[in-house]
């Protein structure tokens, strides 16, 4: 999830703001390779009929409007919901239909639970395959030589790295996204959640518990109301 | 468990509890069996259901027959020479028929 | 805008292990920083979607994985994940008879003046067909 008091001024960082060009100064980042490939690319399609700006435009905001909250939510669900979470995890798609959300033809999701005895952690080694319908944009770590290199080789190392340290009695069992599905965690419930709302408990599934790099922690004054 | 998506376009050769392993062979062009994986056993942890051929796809082709996609299971101490965290510890990579051969 | 400074591991030596195939290998510590999408990068999204979707069908993801697979180790590892797809895309297009290189760079030339005019540094490199 994106914390805007950490926003980085990355040669990638966003312009979400609306900005016409022209009022770009000569301080701002200089226009790469690749970002003019992007707009000759799509401004040939576009006279072309292939595309049009407003789809374009419609794919950002579809994008933009995506986020983890949608997969805390279903955590969240199965948290509270015994017969519910034994669902999610036989037929991912059909139980997320039961929720109102379909997530389409390009691929099937999967869910993997987290027990006292096994650990999670999702990764695509060949390229970044993400469930962004649940989770949003995957974080540019995800996509990184090194976390698809060293998780499947490593995964205690890279987890350590995340802060997220187990014991010799769990066992870690990574997942590779090499094909049409993708995958979600589910992370065991924290046991001082006892009595919470649906909405209390989504609050602390954070995307990286989904991912399986965190663990979900209570802080240690719970919020008395919904955090949206 | 079996994807929604995914009928049976033939019927699949292993089932979940099959040893099997990956061939050590070269791929030609795209593929999706990771480097590896390959050469190492296994054992069927699901059986997806059939998906198009990514390998077919890849190129501009309908990419069928459909391929039966599996959910492998191996162990890190099979995969890695070397891996010397949690002796319980697995990976699961999801590979198509074409990649998988019975173990003897 | 200068490459990224990302180390190249050569791996065709290690017996023919493929550029993007990269499980296993060393790449280093894992940088957790967050960024957020420049809108080109947002944009590259969401043209790939759209021309992937069953609506347009130019070409698969499948085939962008496989165009992107064959860059080769250095490219491949040197360039950012958005560099690869807007490389692949266009490839695709071309290979797909859908734009023509030429315009493809006849356009790539005017929008360059068309930024430098409006006052904007343009980096003088080109992205490798």
């Known amino acids: 999830m994106h914390d805007d008091d950490d926003h980085h001024h990355h040669h990638h960082a966003g312009h979400d703001h609306p900005h016409p060009p022209a009022q770009k100064d000569h301080d701002a980042a200089p226009m790469g390779a690749y970002e003019v490939l992007e707009e000759a690319v799509r401004s040939l399609l576009i006279e072309k009929g292939i595309l049009t700006s407003g789809e374009i435009a419609a794919a950002v905001d579809l994008m933009d409007s995506r986020s983890p909250a949608l997969g805390a939510k279903v955590v969240a669900r199965a948290w509270v919901d015994a017969a519910f979470k034994k669902r999610l995890i036989k037929d991912t798609r059909a139980a997320l239909l039961e929720l109102g959300i379909d997530i389409g033809t390009i691929a099937e999701f999967s869910t993997v639970e987290n027990t006292p005895q096994v650990h999670n952690v999702i990764v695509c080694t060949l390229c970044s395959c993400y469930p962004k319908m649940l989770l949003g944009i995957p974080p540019a770590w995800y996509k990184s030589l090194a976390y698809r290199s060293r998780t499947v080789v490593d995964p205690r190392g890279v987890l350590a790295e995340f802060g997220v340290e187990l014991g010799r009695e769990v066992a870690v069992r990574v997942h590779d996204s090499t094909a049409d599905l993708r995958y979600i965690v589910l992370p065991m419930r924290p046991k001082a959640t006892r009595g919470w709302s649906e909405d209390q408990l989504a609050a602390i599934v954070t995307r990286d518990c989904m991912i399986g790099t965190a663990l979900p922690t209570v802080p240690s004054r719970p919020a008395r109301r919904a955090a949206r | ?104 | 805008m200068p490459a990224p400074k990302r180390k190249t591991m050569l791996r065709k030596a290690a017996g023919g292990r493929a550029a993007h195939d990269v499980g296993g290998l060393a790449f280093g510590p894992i940088d957790r920083a967050e960024h957020d999408l420049a809108l080109w990068e947002k944009r590259t999204d969401a043209m790939q979607r759209l021309l992937t979707s069953p609506g347009k069908r130019a070409f698969t993801v499948d085939g962008l994985r496989r165009v992107i697979e064959d860059y080769g180790e250095q490219a491949y590892d040197r360039t950012t994940y958005y560099e690869k797809w807007i490389r692949a895309l266009r490839n695709l297009l071309v290979e797909q008879d859908v734009l023509t290189r030429e315009e493809i760079e006849r356009r790539m030339a005017e929008v360059r003046r068309k930024h430098q005019t409006a006052g904007r540094r343009v980096v003088k490199a080109k992205v490798p067909w």
């Open chain 2, 1 to 104: 468990m079996v994807s929604a998506a995914g009928s049976f376009s033939r019927p699949p050769r292993f089932k979940p509890g099959d040893r099997v392993s990956v061939p050590a062979r070269a791929a030609l062009g795209h593929c999706r069996t990771p480097w590896y994986v390959r050469g190492k056993p296994g054992v069927v942890a699901a059986v997806h259901g059939s998906f198009r051929d990514p390998e077919r796809l890849a190129y501009h082709r309908p990419g069928l027959p459909a391929q039966v996609l599996y959910k492998v299971r191996f162990r890190q101490l099979d995969v890695w020479p070397s891996y010397l965290a949690g002796q319980a510890d697995h990976i699961e990579v999801d590979i198509y028929e074409p990649w998988l051969e019975p173990q003897p």
